[in-house]
């Protein structure tokens, strides 16, 4: 069936620096992803979604790269804070039709931050 | 504005009891999710309401899980009989309609001995 997967399960990084979190999706009809924050002992938090028309979308220290060619997506995190040390998971809409919006999750990446 | 209301928080039961789980949405939120999520994975849709009629539960063990959303407002989700496997969180999500625009819960740890 259809997936959303992750490079790499974890990664970690001093605060201060930038942080890329990468996915890969292998269904060519999604057209809508979105990057969830999951905190430990909370639910999923939205962070940032792109549509399958763009390439690009920023948010406040969040930016979003969609690469349609190769279906892959990232988030990238700037001057990353102990704050932001969660899982995060990339979501997208599979090919279900009609007005059924399930989301399709991926794996996660877990990311730490050091002080 | 109130977010998903989830309970238990957490719940320990022995293989083949039963369990139930509970959600009440964001108010004035006519979609309701159900998913599971399993320790390193991501959510996985179980069943998905519009009011309180099934969109979607192509994914849900029918044979040992249920789900009812009798007034269109807060769900139920029920396992009988409980299988180790089953230990995982469950996360309800609700939006004002059939977007994107997913509210999760804290979700309910259930962990089955």
């Known amino acids: 069936g259809e997936s959303v997967g992750l490079h790499l399960p974890t990664l970690s990084v001093q605060e201060g620096d930038n942080s890329i979190i990468n996915c890969a999706y292998s269904n060519s009809a999604s057209d809508y992803f979105i990057w969830y924050k999951q905190e430990s002992g909370k639910g999923p938090q939205f962070i940032i979604d792109?549509?399958?028309?763009?390439d690009k979308r920023q948010g406040q220290r969040v930016t979003v790269l969609l690469n349609k060619t190769v279906k892959h997506l990232s988030l990238q995190i700037a001057a990353t804070q102990p704050g932001d040390s969660a899982v995060y998971f990339c979501?997208?809409?599979?090919?279900?039709?009609?007005?059924?919006?399930?989301?399709?999750f991926g794996k996660g990446t877990l990311l730490t931050v050091n002080p | 504005e109130a977010g998903v209301a989830q309970s238990p928080r957490y719940k320990i039961i022995e293989k083949r009891q039963s369990v139930a789980f509970w959600c009440n949405p964001i108010?004035?939120?006519?979609?309701l999710y159900w998913y599971q999520q399993i320790l390193g994975q991501g959510p996985k849709l179980l069943i998905q309401f519009q009011n309180n009629g099934v969109v979607d539960d192509s994914q849900l063990p029918k044979d040992r899980f249920s789900a009812e959303r009798l007034k269109g407002v807060d769900s139920t989700l029920k396992i009988q009989p409980a299988k180790l496997e089953d230990s995982a969180v469950y996360l309800c999500?609700?939006?004002?309609?059939?977007?994107?625009?997913?509210?999760f819960g804290s979700g309910t740890r259930l962990t089955v001995v």
């Open positions: 792109i549509r399958s028309n763009m």
């Open positions: 999500a609700s939006s004002k309609q059939q977007t994107y625009g997913y509210t």
């Open positions: 108010s004035g939120h006519a979609t």
């Open positions: 979501a997208e809409t599979g090919s279900s039709g009609g007005s059924n919006y399930k989301l399709t």
